[in-house]
């Protein structure tokens, strides 16, 4: 049995050896300065654009500080809704996989779902909340 594996191994390694091509890369293509170039302009178009939406909200709202944290508060939403699927997922697994054979874990899973769930409502509903307390009462 021992020689069929040992056989069965030699083989494959004598095939892959005899099948195998070298290829050897060469920049002689692609610069790197242009690559650097591009890099460079879009990481400035996407300052510039980030510049123009922050001076939107900054006008939209009226005063700089009530337009950066509306800013702020728009890129949290943003972002919260896949950072909380991503949670959400994780704490679905420790408490339906893991917490079958664990009821520690089971119960941690369950408020940890919780709280990330609580965490997201937050995050959507508090731009809204924001709007209307600033434009609304504010005038």
Do not use: H
Not at 89 to 105: E, M, T
Request: hydrophobic share 50%; aromatic share 12%; glycine share 8%.
């Amino acid at each position: 049995m021992k020689k069929k594996i040992a056989t069965i191994v030699m083989i494959t390694i004598f095939a892959l050896a005899l099948f195998t091509t070298f290829v050897s890369a060469t920049n002689a293509s692609t610069n790197t300065a242009d690559l650097q170039n591009d890099s460079t302009v879009n990481l400035v178009q996407i300052k510039d654009r980030e510049l123009e939406t922050l001076q939107d909200y900054q006008e939209s709202y009226g005063d700089a500080t009530y337009g950066f944290v509306a800013y702020v508060l728009n890129i949290i939403r943003i972002y919260s809704i896949p950072f909380g699927f991503v949670g959400i997922a994780i704490s679905g697994i420790y408490r339906y996989i893991i917490g079958i054979r664990k009821l520690d874990v089971r119960d941690k899973g369950f408020g940890a779902m919780i709280g990330i769930i609580t965490v997201m409502v937050i995050c959507q509903i508090l731009p809204l909340v924001f709007a209307i307390v600033v434009k609304g009462w504010r005038g």
